[in-house]
Structures are given as C-alpha cells and as structure tokens.
C-alpha cells in the first residue's frame, strides 16, 4: 500500500513536498512514479525513478522545477515542487510498478489514494 501526504494550498511562484510511504519490504525493488490528475482532465505522467534512483525522467511541464527522489531505508518517495503555477493544480497520486519506471499509469501496479496541491494565483 501506499500513502501520500504534504498536499496544500500554495501561492503562485512557491514550493511544496509531497511525501509517499509504502508499506511492505519490496519497496527498494520497485520503480516509483507521481502523476496527477486536474480538475475535468486525464491523469497525467508527472517523474518516474527507477528502483536504484539512477534513471529519472520527467514531464516537460515540471522539468526544471520538481525533483523525485527516494529514500529506500525509510520505504518514502517524494516529489519536491518550486516555482508552482496555478496549472499544477491536481491532485497528485504516487505509483510503484516492478520493473523499470514508465510514463504510462497503467505499467503501475499499486497507488496511493492522492493529495490535493492547489497553487493560487
């Protein structure tokens, strides 16, 4: 299972860390992802790291301005988001696959319930 939190109400041009904690002990083997999903849209790929944290890749809507990361020994992943626009208002879901990290949400195999990150202007 996994869970998120860290979601909030945030100014335009501020920062924001979500947090995923998964429970079990196969986390370390698993790729992870964040997507989110906004208001009437699709559930869009946001960053995606592979098990051993040396392949990420990111959407071009947040390069430059979110990081990924992970930290094995405490089975947490996390998005850490700069410069926030009103257009990152989602609710923001992570995502763990085995294998290697994908772009698409339907390689995933277990998800967390979501976090609301509202960016105002």
């Known amino acids: 299972q996994l869970a998120e939190s860290g979601g909030g109400l945030v100014q335009a041009g501020g920062s924001l860390r979500v947090s995923c904690v998964a429970s079990?002990?196969?986390?370390?083997?698993?790729?992870v992802g964040w997507f989110r999903q906004g208001p009437g849209k699709e559930r869009e790929f946001v960053a995606a790291?592979?098990?051993?944290?040396?392949?990420?890749y990111y959407s071009d809507s947040v390069k430059g301005r979110f990081t990924i990361s992970r930290d094995n020994a405490k089975n947490t992943m996390y998005l850490q988001m700069t410069s926030l626009k009103p257009e990152d208002t989602a609710a923001y879901f992570c995502?763990?696959?085995?294998?290697?990290?994908?772009?698409?949400?339907?390689?995933?195999?277990?998800w967390g319930q979501g976090t609301q990150v509202t960016v105002s202007s």
């Open positions: 790291l592979s098990d051993s944290g040396a392949s990420i």
């Open positions: 995502a763990a696959a085995k294998g290697d990290p994908s772009y698409s949400a339907g390689w995933y195999d277990y």
């Open positions: 079990g002990d196969i986390f370390s083997r698993l790729a």
